[in-house]
């Protein structure tokens, strides 16, 4: 079993979490989100000179600390970002995930969902064992308030040549 310096395997033994933040890029901007120490979306998207700092560390790197974690003891593995999807580690990183029993451990991506459709077939034949998406919009109206976005024809949700949605009216009475 790989040491650990201070509390890491003691804390691995106790069931904790690993988040891997693949990366710190979105499509979208959401006023809410923290990024955990990198720069928030929102931010970038008004200020394109201000960009994330560079990974240092690639696929194996990466699958090789999640292999040393898990076989410590940590019980829940989340891959997270920004939208992790939009790495270019997510794949190999995802696709390397070694099978293995959810009584060791479980394996969560958490994305916004805008690339399932493009992204579903090679995902279902990872070793994940959920998926979640992060719905905090219920229409084009509403994403665009949370993206921060002024109009929801510019929403990523919006295919060109869509419409948005139609204003509701009020009846005088």
Not at 1 to 6: D, E, H, I, T, Y
Not at 18 to 35: D, I, K, Y
Not at 79 to 104: K, N, V, Y
Not at 119 to 124: F, G, K, S
Request: charged share 20%.
């Amino acid at each position: 079993m790989p040491r650990f310096a201070g509390g890491g395997a003691d804390f691995a033994r106790r069931g904790g979490q690993l988040r891997v933040s693949l990366t710190p890029r979105c499509q979208l901007g959401c006023w809410f989100c923290h990024n955990e120490g990198e720069i928030p979306p929102r931010i970038t998207h008004h200020d394109r000179t201000i960009q994330p700092r560079r990974r240092a560390l690639d696929a194996n790197d990466f699958l090789s600390a999640i292999n040393a974690m898990t076989a410590a003891g940590i019980s829940r593995v989340f891959f997270t970002g920004g939208e992790p999807l939009l790495s270019p580690l997510a794949r190999p990183i995802l696709q390397g995930l070694p099978r293995h029993q959810m009584s060791d451990y479980t394996t969560t991506l958490i994305t916004n969902g805008l690339t399932l459709t493009k992204d579903l077939d090679w995902l279902a034949a990872t070793a994940l064992d959920r998926i979640k998406v992060s719905l905090h919009y219920f229409s084009d109206t509403s994403v665009a308030t949370i993206a921060l976005r002024a109009n929801p024809a510019t929403s990523p949700r919006s295919r060109p040549g869509s419409r948005p949605p139609p204003t509701p009216s009020r009846s005088s009475s």
